[in-house]
């Protein structure tokens, strides 16, 4: 079966300027950062309850995206790609491509009551390429395509020349490797996880420039198929397409949020020149995964606006007789910053009904966030510790995708 992304991708470095293709990809590998917590809410708990799908329920959910058909590219864990890659073979006959997450750095480690995602960023993998490829080590001659040839490598930019070297060199390890079996992969990019790395306005032009000079040396055997890093506004956006219109940008979709956050999103990053839309807790969280992709793909093909999808998304919802989490007007509203031009992806949106520590860490992210306050950061002297992890946990919802 002939995958789509390699046919969109194609087209797009046939004609990087003219091409009309957009890639979009669900991200189903958060067992890999937050562990039980992973498959998302399961629809039968009870009101003021906290149930969590199985893994199970949520491997059944990866089938039925893939039977759908309407993403180009299924993002799952090692553990998880082996059941439904190697030994269930749901991708055989589908145009969607399976893909691993090949490295979990430690800024990923969301454990209840951790504080990994506080700390700078460490290189870590769990997975190996082998068993990503063949299901275990030292794969034969042709076994390799048993499973996915494709990976999301991460990476996370401290501005600390110490971390950012050991980051680079680990990097360039995995590219050989991946070279020499035949292994493909993106890159995805984190935003640095030190509360004191860069001033916020000079991030987007800090990240920008930390990846093509990361890849300035990486020739054609080792380059990322296409990227995966926060959408940081539209003149950032362009900037980066601007430079090199066959470094393939995709944005990561961040926190639940509204479905307008979602469809705006997707809108807003294809206008200014991203050509990949990877979203994991936008999927997982809504409704109806299944509609909500529906709706994503029209966006991605300009079949319709991101607001009329949500009326229309609402409208399914209301003929399914699924219940949605909030209103149309309140669907409606947007909740990130980054829509404005020059925007600095900095905004972190907190639910109104959360209670403190949580409710004071949101106050210090609104103060941080205020463009008249300029660039300066929470106090964290005089934060508590647990307002502190609250503090980088509503980080970290918006940036993983």
Not at 239 to 249: G, R
Not at 346 to 351: G, H, N, Q, V
Request: with cysteine; hydrophobic share 40%.
């Amino acid at each position: 079966m002939k995958k789509s992304l390699d046919q969109k991708l194609a087209r797009i470095h046939a004609d990087p300027r003219g091409a009309k293709d957009f890639i979009l990809a669900d991200a189903k590998d958060a067992d890999m950062a937050l562990a039980i917590g992973a498959p998302g809410r399961s629809p039968e708990a009870y009101p003021g309850e906290v149930v969590f799908r199985s893994l199970q329920e949520y491997r059944e959910i990866i089938e039925h995206i893939v039977e759908q058909g309407l993403v180009d590219m299924m993002l799952m864990s090692a553990h998880t790609n082996e059941i439904l890659t190697i030994q269930k073979r749901i991708f055989d006959k589908s145009p969607v491509t399976p893909a691993a997450r090949a490295n979990d750095t430690t800024d990923i480690h969301i454990l209840r009551g951790g504080r990994s995602p506080s700390q700078p960023s460490l290189p870590f993998r769990t997975a190996t390429l082998d068993h990503i490829q063949c299901g275990h080590v030292d794969c034969v001659t042709g076994e390799r395509r048993l499973g996915a040839d494709l990976g999301l490598y991460s990476i996370t930019f401290q501005n600390d020349a110490g971390l950012d070297r050991r980051a680079l060199e680990e990097y360039k390890t995995f590219r050989l490797e991946a070279e020499r079996k035949g292994f493909r992969h993106f890159l995805e990019v984190f935003d640095p996880n030190r509360h004191d790395a860069i001033e916020p306005t000079k991030l987007p032009g800090f990240i920008n420039d930390a990846i093509v000079r990361a890849l300035a040396g990486v020739t054609s055997k080792g380059r990322p198929l296409f990227l995966k890093m926060v959408y940081h506004g539209p003149q950032a956006l362009e900037e980066l397409v601007h430079y090199d219109p066959h470094l393939v940008v995709g944005i990561l979709g961040g926190s639940a949020g509204t479905t307008y956050d979602a469809f705006k999103l997707l809108s807003e990053a294809k206008m200014h020149g991203a050509r990949v839309a990877l979203f994991g807790r936008k999927i997982n969280h809504a409704e109806n995964q299944l509609a909500f992709i529906r709706f994503l793909r029209l966006i991605a093909d300009g079949e319709i606006s991101a607001e009329d999808a949500v009326r229309a998304y609402h409208g399914v919802l209301q003929k399914l007789g699924i219940k949605p989490q909030r209103t149309l007007e309140e669907d409606m509203q947007l909740q990130t910053g980054v829509m404005s031009y020059g925007g600095s992806g900095t905004t972190i949106s907190l639910p109104s009904t959360l209670k403190s520590p949580v409710a004071a860490a949101r106050s210090a992210i609104h103060r941080n966030d205020d463009k008249s306050r300029g660039s300066a950061e929470p106090d964290f002297r005089k934060m508590t510790a647990a307002e502190k992890v609250a503090y980088q946990k509503a980080r970290w919802d918006r940036i993983l995708g």
